[in-house]
């Protein structure tokens, strides 16, 4: 059993909404002059950075987790996470056959550059990625587990994109066995107010921009032995969907 400081919801150049020097290089050097061990990268509805990523966490002995922050159709934001990066990279594909079509203006929302581990830009996405897809929350569930992948809800303590913001709650019927919170200021109010006391509940970031990334502070027990990059990562998934 070891002890991983992590931050598992951070936005590169890929999401118009973050700094440019949000690289997956300038990601996982920060991570690691901050003491974190476990990152996952969850752009806004794609995982085309996460190849770079896992290079870039790998020079700094980082566990790299891939994902993306998926918008349903009803706007909430989910965090979805996978064990493989083959896995996330044919997520990527379907997901990125459901966004609403809408051309992206630099200018207005931001750059989207999809980048190598050196920063070099290899392609500029086009396709506007804070958009909703035409995924409702129970098909979205339906179709991240059918990829292996762990889904849960972001920032339930948000006023923006966040379920209880939306729906009023986090319905039981989606059997969410996890939570995330922005920080952990009224956790145990909310967890309390939605009965959600039963679910493990994280904390992270949603940084987009390098300061806002987690200082190592929350911490998941994994076994990792034989340790390998690939199993813990497939035990974390295994810690958020028990």
């Known amino acids: 059993m ?20 949000m690289t997956p290089a300038n990601i996982a050097g920060m991570a690691s002059l901050k003491g974190l061990t476990l990152l996952a990268l969850t752009d806004h509805n794609s995982c085309r950075n996460c190849p770079a990523f896992f290079e870039a966490c790998k020079a700094f002995g980082i566990v790299p987790v891939p994902g993306m922050e998926l918008t349903t159709a009803e706007d909430i934001h989910l965090v979805v996470l ?17 966004i ?23 392609e500029i996405e086009d396709t506007l990625l804070i958009n909703a897809t035409d995924l409702d929350v129970d098909s979205a569930l339906a179709l991240v587990r059918r990829y292996g992948g762990a889904v849960y809800p972001a920032h339930i303590d948000r006023p923006s994109n966040g379920m209880i913001a939306i729906l009023g709650t986090v319905p039981a019927e ?12 009224h956790r145990e109010r909310i967890l309390a107010e939605h009965v959600l006391t039963h679910c493990t509940t994280l904390c992270s970031s949603d940084a987009h921009d390098l300061g806002r990334i987690n200082e190592a502070e929350h911490f ?4 990792d032995e034989p340790y390998s ?12 969907t028990r």
């Open 2 to 21: 070891s002890r991983y400081y992590y931050d598992l919801h951070i936005h590169s150049c890929l999401s118009p909404c973050a700094e440019d020097d």
């Open 220 to 223: 998941i027990d994994l076994e």
């Open 229 to 240: 990059s690939a199993l813990v990562r497939q035990r974390l998934i295994e810690f958020l």
């Open 174 to 185: 989606y059997g969410f066995p996890c939570v995330e919170f922005n920080d952990f200021e």
């Open 82 to 98: 996978f064990p493989t990066l083959e896995q996330a990279m044919n997520f990527d594909r379907e997901i990125h056959r459901r």
């Open 100 to 122: 609403i079509p809408v051309q992206n203006r630099p200018e207005i929302f931001g750059n989207q550059r999809i980048v190598d581990c050196d920063d070099n830009i290899l």
